[in-house]
């Protein structure tokens, strides 16, 4: 997994400046993200069926990707109270599959970070395409 994040330099396209994501058994779990996209700063608010999945239906709302979410896993990284997460995906669009990884000690937060680096691993690849280049996967 190093190597292949380290083939890969790319300046990532889409990052995320904060977010906010409420949840509880009397409400509808709902997320506000603020992503800069090529200097452009977007905020929007979402819901979804968890915190997790407000923030995702909220990045894709703002980046208007199709993309569709193939693998999503959670582990510890490090104990206690305080852990670590890691936070993996896999993403496809257009017949690109990639990969997305991210830690922090918030699992929203590294979760969020995974699915944007796959985002932007599929903007990176798209632009490879346009300029001719054939198809890869980077999982």
């Not at 380290?6 to 603020?34: C, N, W, Y």
């Not at 991210?102 to 395409?129: E, H, P, V, W």
């Amino acid at each position: 997994m190093i190597v292949s994040e380290e083939l890969v330099k790319m300046a990532d396209r889409i990052t995320l400046k904060s977010f906010h994501a409420a949840s509880g058994t009397d409400q509808v779990p709902t997320a506000t993200v603020e992503l800069e996209i090529d200097g452009r700063t977007i905020v929007q608010t979402g819901t979804g069926d968890g915190p997790v999945d407000a923030v995702y239906r909220t990045i894709a709302a703002i980046t208007q990707t199709k993309s569709t979410l193939l693998m999503y896993v959670v582990k510890a990284i490090t104990g206690g109270t305080d852990a670590q997460g890691e936070v993996s995906v896999k993403v496809q669009e257009d017949g690109r599959t990639v990969s997305g990884h991210g830690a922090d000690t918030d699992i929203i937060m590294a979760s969020a970070r995974a699915y944007l680096n796959a985002l932007n691993k599929l903007l990176y690849l798209a632009g490879k395409q346009a300029q001719g280049e054939q198809k890869v996967n980077l999982i």
